[in-house]
């Protein structure tokens, strides 16, 4: 079972920076496309940036130029970095990848990660 652990929220004020990490881990798997998500109080979760295993990227129209997703394949670990943050951008952020098991590539999974707390002041 693939598992995925966050880290790097926090409390930050408007135009600060954050970058949060988030490590896959388990046995014998390969990764597809990594992502971050995010979700306000009352509000639906929504995407925030997705990365492919080849490194094609897709952020949300809100965070474009603000935010950067990045990946470190060997490490099965996705970035996000995220900078001119503003309140609109409190939201737990929660990691999500899908991919499938090596000793069965009809196997496959999709995982979230527990979710971190992004609170921005203003």
């Known amino acids: 079972q693939v598992q995925l652990v966050e880290s790097g929220g926090g409390l930050v004020q408007a135009g600060g920076s954050l970058r949060l990490s988030c490590a896959a881990s388990g046995s014998a798997f390969s990764i597809n496309t990594m992502g971050w998500y995010r979700q306000a109080p009352g509000k639906q979760r929504e995407l925030v940036a997705a990365?492919?295993?080849?490194?094609?990227?897709d952020y949300a129209d809100s965070v474009k130029g603000r935010f950067t997703i990045s990946r470190d394949n060997a490490k099965n670990t996705v970035y996000l970095q995220m900078n001119s943050l503003k309140p609109e951008d409190t939201a737990v952020y929660y990691c999500n990848a899908d991919g499938q098991y090596v000793s069965d590539y009809r196997r496959t999974f999709v995982t979230w990660g527990q979710g971190t707390q992004v609170t921005v002041s203003s």
């Open positions: 990365i492919t295993s080849r490194s094609t990227t």
